[in-house]
């Protein structure tokens, strides 16, 4: 799908690099005090970012869908016999991902001002991982793991070449986020706020 878009977009623009459309307003900085400012386009993915995390955990633990899903993840052959739609549950488990995943690709488009066909693999890797890192089937987790592993390569980028003396720079940033990432799976493999998938004792 990315090399049939970069074909298309080549054929029909000769770029695949598509500059998205900005908004005045998103270019605005909002100064915090001292020598802090903040652009509102950071406001806008952080404050939008946590409205979704609410209504995701909202909709998984509040409502009857919400618990189809979590009995479908626990146990399908059991959800199936109780008169859950297993197969329409899983279709909609993907659905509500993919439109949480286009929602970010467009606060991706707004944040960066450019896209390309291949613009949301690292994101979507670092996605993982913070799933991971926070603990699989866990949202609130997934969002700490997130924070935890921008904080890392935040460190990394800054300091990382003082540190190592000029040896390592920024570029490094991602490999020195992993490697802690395994090294505190090594240690908590559940990660940091624990699975969610099943039941204790399950």
Same mark, same amino acid.
């Given at each position: 799908?990315?090399?049939?878009l970069r074909l298309?977009?080549?054929?029909?623009?000769?770029?695949?690099?598509?500059?998205?459309?900005?908004?005045?307003?998103?270019?605005?900085?909002?100064?915090?005090?001292?020598?802090?400012?903040?652009?509102?386009?950071?406001?806008?993915?952080?404050?939008?970012?946590?409205?979704m995390l609410l209504?995701?955990?909202?909709?998984?633990?509040?409502?009857?869908?919400?618990?189809?899903?979590?009995?479908?993840?626990?146990?399908?052959?059991?959800?199936?016999?109780?008169?859950?739609?297993?197969?329409?549950?899983?279709?909609?488990?993907?659905?509500?991902?993919?439109?949480?995943?286009?929602?970010?690709?467009?606060?991706?488009?707004?944040?960066?001002?450019?896209?390309?066909?291949?613009?949301?693999?690292?994101?979507?890797?670092?996605?993982? /991982? &913070?799933?991971?890192? @926070?603990?699989?089937?866990?949202?609130?987790? #997934?969002? %700490?793991?997130?924070?935890? *592993?921008? =904080? $890392?390569?935040?460190?990394?980028?800054?300091?990382?070449?003082?540190? /190592? &003396?000029?040896?390592? @720079?920024?570029?490094?940033?991602?490999?020195? #986020?992993? %490697?802690?990432?395994?090294? *505190?799976? =090594? $240690?908590?493999?559940?990660?940091?706020?624990?699975?969610?998938?099943?039941?204790?004792?399950?």
């Open positions: 799908m990315q090399d049939a298309f977009e080549s054929l029909w623009r000769n770029t695949f690099y598509l500059s998205f459309p900005t908004v005045d307003v998103l270019d605005h900085i909002v100064p915090l005090g001292g020598n802090l400012v903040v652009p509102v386009k950071s406001i806008l993915v952080i404050v939008t970012a946590l409205l209504a995701l955990y909202l909709f998984v633990n509040r409502t009857r869908m919400g618990t189809a899903i979590r009995a479908v993840a626990q146990d399908p052959s059991t959800a199936a016999l109780m008169g859950i739609p297993v197969n329409r549950v899983i279709a909609l488990t993907f659905f509500v991902g993919g439109a949480m995943g286009g929602l970010a690709g467009v606060l991706f488009g707004l944040h960066y001002s450019l896209v390309n066909p291949y613009s949301g693999f690292i994101p979507g890797l670092k996605a993982f /991982t &913070a799933a991971v890192l @926070g603990g699989i089937g866990n949202i609130p987790g #997934a969002m %700490l793991g997130g924070m935890v *592993l921008g =904080i $890392l390569e935040a460190f990394a980028a800054s300091y990382l070449s003082i540190l /190592t &003396a000029g040896a390592f @720079g920024a570029e490094y940033k991602d490999v020195f #986020a992993f %490697l802690v990432l395994i090294a *505190l799976l =090594i $240690l908590r493999p559940k990660g940091l706020l624990g699975e969610r998938v099943r039941e204790e004792g399950a």
